[in-house]
């Protein structure tokens, strides 16, 4: 059983164009995350959501905003995409926050040409 | 600005040979740190994590760190290292109160020669 998954794994896509990612979590964790992991495999957060609520916005271009529809699924939507948004994206849960380990998906690779 | 630190890009060593991948941290107060490894094409998965207690922390896959907290340090050590063991290490840190936040370092590849 996967316990992060994400979908797509590989996305490309021409600049401007407006893309998802969806992620869904079977741990029954109540907090989800977005990273996004650069070329240089820095990893950096961009959003975080505990039980469907907002908690953590960097400072991330809005165009992109998440959605939690649910306390198991967190989406990625991307407006207008530029050739800077090419990266790996990474969801990630855990159970609470600070102390306990965080689950992360396999990753979406988004090509922007 | 609060911070951890893995000095080394990359980290070779002889298979069978111990292993070291250095991290150190800068934050107020006690942190909750972590070390994760990342294989190819694949996402992070836990090694092992300090919140309190036994300076000593033992992990997944033969992995232990020590929490070092005058040197401010939390190097993850391995006795032996196994050709496997080659991949990219993340050091990071969770703020204890707030909003728990994650800052990861800046990885450290380390490569097991057979």
């Not at chain 2, 070779?12 to 941290?25: F, H, I, M, S």
Request: proline residues 4%; hydrophobic residues 35%; positive net charge.
């Amino acid at each position: 059983d996967t316990a992060v998954s994400q979908t797509p794994k590989y996305l490309v896509t021409q600049m401007g164009n407006d893309k998802s990612i969806k992620c869904e979590q079977n741990l029954g964790h109540d907090t989800m995350y977005w990273y996004k992991q650069d070329s240089k495999k820095f990893l950096k957060i961009m959003f975080s959501y505990n039980n469907k609520e907002l908690i953590i916005n960097e400072t991330v271009p809005n165009r992109f905003s998440p959605k939690s529809p649910d306390k198991a699924h967190l989406n990625l939507h991307i407006n207008s995409l530029e050739l800077g948004d090419s990266a790996v994206y990474f969801c990630a849960s855990s159970q609470k926050r600070g102390y306990n380990e965080q689950f992360f998906g396999p990753g979406t690779r988004l090509t922007v040409l | 600005a609060q911070s951890v630190a893995q000095p080394e890009d990359q980290v070779n060593v002889a298979e069978g040979n111990p292993l070291t991948v250095k991290c150190t941290y800068s934050v107020s107060g006690n942190p909750y740190l972590f070390w994760y490894v990342q294989y190819p094409n694949r996402g992070l998965q836990f090694l092992l994590k300090y919140i309190t207690g036994d300076n000593l922390v033992k992990g997944s896959y033969g992995f232990e760190a020590e929490f070092n907290k005058s040197q401010t340090s939390f190097h993850l050590k391995k006795p032996s290292a196994l050709v496997s063991d080659s991949a990219l290490y993340f050091c990071a840190f969770s703020f204890t109160s707030g909003t728990y936040k994650y800052i990861f370092g800046t990885g450290t590849r380390l490569k097991v020669l057979a």
